[in-house]
């Protein structure tokens, strides 16, 4: 049986904030989910906030989590390492990885899903991230889907089963982007950096670097910094 509720697991980056705009398309009744859990900044939780409100949707879940702090093991959550700076290694995981964090996350929107009785999780992993993250690939994506049906009560009684889908899964960012301007995303509000400055992007990390590079591929200047360089103008 299918129904017609997703939430979107949401970091407020261009990934997931296309996948959101996405699923607003498939969707009659769309949520949003942002963990919190103990990254560097709170600054992407306050761009998910905002653009969850732009989005209209049924609603934004923020869940905090404490203990990924604690287990350590990446440069986002562990202060003692460094965020690495430069462009995306072609292959092995990098330390901006966190441990499980993807796996978490589902099972916690899968949780959700049960009570709120919503049948598909949307996620925005995509072909960029695959060399570096192995909690973005594919196989990772169909194991979660056959765990949270095989844990779950809305199979189990009710015979929902729950799906994942990958919509941005066979694309690199500048298709991303591409398809996220189709959906007018507003682009402007999203936020990617690792390790921001005075609230703006720090331009070296390789989430800048790739985000960067990406609105070059399509020959646009991105809209973020345009709208935080008219915005110190105008101060
Ligand atoms: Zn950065």
């Known amino acids: 049986m299918e129904n017609d ?23 009659k009744e769309v949520w ?38 604690r287990v350590g093991g990446s440069a986002l959550t562990d202060d003692r390492m460094k965020v690495p700076k430069g462009d995306y290694p072609p292959s092995g995981t990098i330390s901006t990885y966190v441990p499980m964090r993807n796996s978490l996350f589902g099972v916690i929107a899968a949780a959700y899903m049960e009570t709120l009785g919503v049948a598909n999780l949307v996620l925005g992993i995509h072909s960029s991230d695959i060399p570096n993250y192995p909690d973005t690939r594919p196989e990772w994506a169909s194991a979660l889907e056959t765990l949270i049906n095989a844990g779950s009560s809305l199979a189990f009684d009710r015979k929902i089963r729950m799906k994942v889908w990958t919509p941005l899964i066979g694309l690199k960012k500048p298709d991303i982007i591409r398809l996220g301007l189709n959906l007018r995303v507003p682009y402007e509000y999203t936020w990617s950096c690792y390790s921001p400055q005075d609230d703006a992007p720090c331009g070296e990390c390789p989430a800048c ?3 960067a590079k990406a609105f070059q591929a399509i020959g646009m200047e991105d809209p973020l910094l345009a709208r935080i360089k008219k915005e110190t103008k105008e101060v």
């Open 5 to 27: 509720r997703c939430i979107v697991l949401f970091s407020g980056g261009i990934d997931s904030t296309t996948a959101l705009w996405w699923a607003k398309e498939k969707f």
């Open 209 to 211: 670097i790739q985000r």
């Open 32 to 69: 949003a989910l942002t963990v919190v859990y103990g990254q560097r900044h709170s600054l992407e939780v306050e761009y998910a906030r905002y653009l969850s409100k732009l989005a209209r949707i049924k609603g934004h879940i923020i869940v905090e989590i404490d203990f990924l702090k």
